[in-house]
Structure formats: C-alpha cells, structure tokens
C-alpha cells in the first residue's frame, strides 16, 4: 500500500513497518538544524500547537518528552535516542500516550539531494502488525502532514 499525501509518500509493505519520505526545499544544514535544535523542533514539531518541552537529551541514550495541547487535549510523545549521527541519522524509541506501552523504532536518515533539497526518510518498526495498525488508524498520516508543512513553513522562513 502506497499513499502520497502533502508530498509526504507513505509506504506499508512489510507487515509491522511504516516507511515514511518527505523533500523539503532547503539544504541539509537547516532541516539538520530543524530536527536537532529544539527551539526550532518546537515550531514544526507540534503541527504549530502549543508543544511543552518536558524533557530533552539530544545524544545516544538520551530521553525526549514532549506534550502537545491542542482542540481542549494532550498528547505526550516520548523516547530514547539510541544512535544520533549529525547530519545522518537519528535513531529513537518513539511512545504515544494514546498507545502505551506500545513502542515503536523510528530510524530517521537524511539525504542530501545535492540541488538545495533534502530528503528525510523515516522507517518505523513496530512489535506487531497491529501495533502498526493501530498507529497509521490513530491520525498518525494527518498529523505527520500538518507538522511537515508547518517544518515547510519554518524552512522558508529561515531561508
């Protein structure tokens, strides 16, 4: 199964994983920047919410915990780094509230398209297919879309 929604091509062939690339229209160092600085993380991440910063470790074996307050709710996001590799690769355990317990893997890997483009790649490993399931039914696909146009947003800005 493959959908192509705001640019952000998302992709399911394996059972328990989500496979996730997006273009954005700016150089490595800034969307680099965009994902590793947390006072710009905080104004895409979040979809433009309000995002509370509870905790950031930005290094292998560091925690993250972010609460995003939006339409009256929250929502808390979590997890570990376990491999950050500047301009590379970062990969993380990533938790919602929504589902606990239920902890995904997500390696991120950004690739330098020569041309002033970046193209960010995101597989998503889950224990099962229906925690899959469970997080591509959750608004996962829309909310993933409203954050990469509010990183759009962020890397127009800072052009």
């Not at 710009?40 to 930005?58: K, V």
């Amino acid at each position: 199964m493959s959908t192509t929604t705001n640019d952000a091509v998302i992709t399911t062939d394996a059972d328990r994983a989500i496979h996730i690339e997006r273009v954005f229209d700016a150089p490595l160092d800034r969307v680099w920047a965009a994902y590793s600085r947390i006072e710009l993380l905080a104004q895409w991440w979040g979809r433009g919410n309000q995002l509370d910063i509870e905790r950031w470790e930005f290094r292998k074996g560091g925690h993250y915990r972010f609460v995003e307050h939006s339409d009256g709710e929250t929502h808390g996001f979590e997890g570990r780094f376990r491999e950050v590799t500047p301009k590379e690769r970062i990969v993380q355990s990533f938790e919602w509230d929504g589902m606990p317990a239920h902890v995904a893997i997500d390696t991120t890997t950004f690739v330098d398209l020569g041309d002033g483009r970046t193209k960010v790649v995101t597989d998503s490993q889950f224990h099962t297919p229906e925690e899959r399931d469970g997080m591509l039914q959750s608004g996962m696909e829309s909310g993933l879309n409203e954050s990469y146009r509010a990183l759009d947003a962020l890397l127009a800005e800072s052009a």
